[in-house]
T-cell receptor, first 114, second 116 residues
């Protein structure tokens, strides 16, 4: 079975632009989470979605938004990009959102803002 | 809010030897879960080992084991018989006991280099 897939792998954008990152969960998984990993730091939680509903939101500005589609794939949107948004964006999927449902991570999208 | 601290930015170990990575956390929760994840250069986070806070017995997965000290809020990872493929970033992570979500709070990571 395919793992969590993210696209694109790498992305370069200019300050002020908007970006959309995509994630396809493992088949059968209904929850998708997004994490931001700035270089040299641990990942930080951005959003979690389950059955197309937002289940959690981290401490990120409103420039960050996400949604989950009926096929459980997800998009993360970031508006008005800042240099500080440069990071590795990780997507994780799980079957449900219980503590007993392990998270499976993708290889991430490396976003560079110039 | 929970915080996770990894005080060792970098560690190195000779192949076949044992190394211990440290992690402390702060929480007011009584029921929670702790994890160690490995992130190789491929960037994918891989679950190494998991510990339920209500279990007194330390978790073990092959060459990987933890020393969980709940009162001290300490959760260290021991890697025995280190292999070159263990070279990676290692992250300690915390999850609340919660059926509404399974969000992780990560530490800052420890870079482990296994030397031949």
């Amino acid at each position: 079975d395919a793992g969590v897939t993210q696209s694109p792998t790498h992305l370069i954008k200019t300050r002020g632009q908007q970006v959309t990152l995509r994630c396809s969960p493992i088949s059968g998984h209904k929850s998708v989470s997004w994490y931001q990993q700035v270089l040299g730091q641990g990942p930080q939680f951005i959003f979690q979605y389950y059955e197309k509903e937002e289940r959690g939101r981290g401490n990120f500005p409103d420039r960050f938004s996400a949604r989950q589609f009926p096929n459980y794939s997800s998009e993360l949107n970031v508006n008005a990009l800042l240099l500080g948004d440069s990071a590795l964006y990780l997507c994780a999927s799980s079957f449900v959102v219980s503590y007993n449902s392990p998270l499976h991570f993708g290889n991430g999208t490396r976003l560079t803002v110039t | 809010a929970q915080t996770v601290t990894q005080s060792q930015p970098e560690m190195s170990v000779q192949e076949a030897e044992t190394v211990t990575l440290s992690c402390t956390y702060d929480t007011s929760e009584n029921n929670y879960y702790l994890f160690w994840y490995k992130q190789p250069p491929s960037r994918q986070m891989i679950l190494v080992i998991r510990q339920e806070a209500y279990k007194q017995q330390n978790a073990t997965e092959n060459r990987f084991s933890v020393n969980f000290q709940k009162a001290a809020k300490s959760f260290s990872l021991k890697i025995s018989d280190s292999q070159l493929g263990d070279t990676a970033m290692y992250f300690c992570a915390f999850m609340k006991h919660n059926n509404a979500g399974n969000m992780l709070t990560f530490g800052g990571g420890t870079r482990l280099m296994v030397k031949p």
